[in-house]
């Protein structure tokens, strides 16, 4: 679908009443795959090491929680 499909489709969605967004929200996350099973306990460790591993080579940068949620409310907003 296209881009400016897509826009069109968000711009008229936030147009929506609440119960009419939380309608349309819940639909669209009921028509998504399931959520794979949770992970195992050695899954979990293995991508805690791994993301550990990206911050001590400095591919990624670690973030305090407050910048975090503050990235997070800034895309919300987009």
């Known amino acids: 679908m296209p881009m400016i499909a ?4 968000k711009r008229q969605a ?3 009443g609440l119960k009419e967004r939380v309608l349309l929200a819940e639909s669209l996350l009921n028509s998504l795959p ?3 099973e949770e ?4 899954e979990e460790l293995a991508e ?3 993301r550990e591993g990206e911050i001590e ?4 940068q670690a973030l305090h929680d407050g910048e975090f949620w ?3 409310e800034a895309r919300r907003r987009k």
């Open 39 to 42: 992970w195992s306990e050695a």
């Open 14 to 16: 936030l147009a929506l």
């Open 34 to 36: 399931p959520v794979p």
């Open 70 to 72: 503050e990235r997070i």
């Open 6 to 9: 897509v826009d069109e489709i």
């Open 57 to 60: 080579t400095g591919h990624v």
């Open 48 to 50: 805690a090491e791994r």
